[in-house]
């Protein structure tokens, strides 16, 4: 079955060590997405990718990076330059245009 | 700067009770989204709304789109447990980002 993949599933880190967070998705999906949830709180978009080897900032982009080598893989990097990384981090995709976002079951980041 | 703003945050109500969810949005936008997590969970997508005036329904759940009063709503009849969860709408910015509201805790109590 198609989906989108992400692992670990629940991620401990020390303070002041990069994390990378792995994406996957074998839909053949053309735009990738990174979203971060607090508490309580909406999603807020990190980086998205609408094609290979290109990708933009979000709107809380600082102290995070991503790299679109692969049409299937997004991996975001915390860096320890991330303030308050501890959140619930959510991966997505869609066909380019469609709109309607599949979300990956998402990765707990626990930073002490 | 696109807002997206939900109300309420918290909604607590009991089987059989009908409601609605309500979502507020600053800018000019032709899509708009319902998506459903539950606790610990990731997003479940429910509705996209394309139109001005367009009516989608699955269910107790059913949303709608005014575009003109940036405005749309959930709403959910005669309410059952298995309906408890958090509730988002998210709008089009785009260039296909979404812009989120904070999300509406749903409770149904029996």
């Known amino acids: 079955d198609g989906g989108i993949t992400q692992s670990p599933k629940y991620l401990f880190r020390k303070e002041g060590q990069n994390v990378t967070l792995s994406c996957e998705q074998n839909l053949n999906h053309d735009a990738m997405y990174w979203y971060r949830q607090d508490p309580g709180q909406g999603l807020r978009l990190i980086y998205y990718?609408?094609?290979?080897?290109?990708?933009q900032k979000g709107d809380i982009a600082e102290g995070y990076s991503v790299s679109r080598e692969k049409k299937e893989s997004f991996p975001l990097t915390v860096t320890s330059a991330q303030k308050n990384p501890t959140a619930f981090y959510l991966c997505?995709?869609?066909?380019?245009?469609?709109?309607?976002?599949?979300f990956g079951n998402g990765t707990r980041l626990t930073v002490t | 700067e696109l807002k997206v703003e939900q109300n309420p945050l918290f909604l607590s109500m009991q089987e059989g009770k009908n409601y609605t969810i309500y979502c507020n949005y600053s800018?000019?936008?032709?899509?708009l989204y319902w998506y459903r997590q539950d606790p610990g969970k990731s997003l479940e997508s429910l509705f996209v709304?394309?139109?001005?005036?367009a009516v989608k329904q699955e269910g107790r759940l059913m949303a709608s789109l005014d575009t003109k009063a940036r405005l749309s709503t959930l709403h959910i009849t005669a309410a059952v447990h298995d309906l408890s969860a958090t509730y988002f709408c998210a709008v089009d910015g785009g260039a296909q980002k979404l812009v989120f509201g904070q999300g509406t805790r749903l409770t149904i109590n029996p």
């Open positions: 997505a995709s869609t066909p380019q245009g469609q709109g309607t976002l599949h």
């Open positions: 709304l394309l139109s001005n005036g």
């Open positions: 990718s609408q094609i290979v080897n290109d990708f």
């Open positions: 800018t000019t936008s032709d899509r």
